[in-house]
């Protein structure tokens, strides 16, 4: 196995990345070879799916089930092997059919098809057992390369694995796009190509975030058009008395679908990690037996979930081993998600869930109410920009910080609680991803009636962050990066690196982001980085506050 996708990577002085017999994060190197094999192949299906294009053959199937199956291959996503054999025998199939199509559509225009080598050509064995024996050449350091292309290449590789789990997250929701997916095809067929041309793969990782900036707007809008748009809301973060279900991940339909199918059924429901923000949703608060939120960030489930006495959902990630915290009985995946012996739930029906809250024991007393105020997406913040800007126009507002990202249980994590408490008090606090949960329970107060710290939502709601800095350029007259806006960004997975290039395809320059640099960046792409953008790493509060309130 070779990983070395997220911030808990194995780091030696020999090189970095997780490649014994299991990652930090519990992965099998069966799971991992797999994961990488079903990326192969999806690479073969992606680059048909670019060449049947050309004849305006187009596999709306082939265009859901490539993002889907690729996000099964994100940190804490998917572990279990059966599932994945079976989506890389799945994407054997479909290329194998765009294949056919191509080659058919050439004929039919006398045309000679273009072969594709090695991901376009490759039979998967019957086996799990032999499939493993083909890995090696799927492994994302295959060839010998040098380490600069190499960290570029998983720069590509990576960062379009978190824009296919926005894809996926977009599509629940009924947001598809064609063009959108054909750019996607093309890129992914390109990483498949192992391309040796630094400024290629340069350039692509800026359409990596150029393209995921249109996904992450699909997103919104699916999101915006099935629950409305968020608005400022108090949200209870004690348990109430009662039977309970704690739903976890991104996936808001599902816990759509949850509410409706638990309701005059005296069951409360919770939200956890990366779903806090759906409580601010209109169509998602209505409901009264959505009682708040319970726990933290994912890298606390395993303490969370043991002591919740109800049944858990898991929507997408991150997911770590059920059987530590011995709730693996009443815990549930959905979607891409998956754990060996865990209960899967296909389709809409979460009737199983609900019989198993019901069968046991719930909450026995109401704790005492502690409040916090989430909500904050575009609309509620293009609402609060007139007092904003007054505010700032008078002195009273003086900088922003956007502090947000992946939580994670590296104890250097503390930086972003610390970073969070010691800015200014004429500073206003921005907040998104899990990352929030390291200070988003603490009093911040706030400046004139605006509130100094504001929850924007989940960490595809950077969308929203980016939309308050364009508005807030305008209103200034001024380029972006000569905002008072700090952004100091905690990454742990795909997700946020995909963020990372959207912000830097952008133009936007000095961000930081900790606690350390990923391993896959070598001294010199973070020295041509930093040259290019001021991205740097995170070093220690006093002196990164220092620098960045003198704009540095
Ligand atoms: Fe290692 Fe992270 Fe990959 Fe898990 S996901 S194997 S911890 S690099
Ligand atoms: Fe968190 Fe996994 Fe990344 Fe969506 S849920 S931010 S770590």
Redo the contacts with the bound molecule.
Sequence with gaps: ?F????????RTPEGN??SYT??????LAST?DLQDLLIYMLQGVSAYAVKAREFGIVNPEVDTFVPKAFFATL??VNFDDDRLAGYAQQAQAYRDELKAAYVAACEAAGQTPVVIANQGELNLAASQLEMLEQAPIALPNRGDVHEDILGLRLLCLYGLKGAAAYMEHARVLDQTDAEVAGDFHKIMAFIGEDSVDADQLFATAMEIGQLNYRIMAMLDAGETASFGHPEPTQVNTKSVKGKAILVSGHDMKDLELILQQTEGKDINVYTHGEMLPALAYPELKKYPHLVGNYGSAWQNQQQEFGTFPGAVVMTSNCIIDPNVGDYADRIYTRSIVGWPGVTHVEGDDFSQVVEKAQALEGFKYDEIPHMITIGFAHNALMAAAPTVVENVKNGSIKNFFLIGGCDGDKTERSYFTDLATSVPDDSIILTLGCGKYKFNKLEFGDINGVPRLLDIGQCNDAYSAIQLALALKDIFECDINELPLHLVLSWF?QKAIVVLLTLLSLGVKNIRTGPSAP?FLTENLAKILEDQFGLRTTTDVATDLNAMLNKG
């Excluded at 299991?22 to 992965?27: F, S």
């Design positions: 196995m990983c070395v996708q997220c911030e808990q990577t194995i990345g997780c299991q990652g930090m994060c519990g992965k991992s940190t804490n997975e391993g």
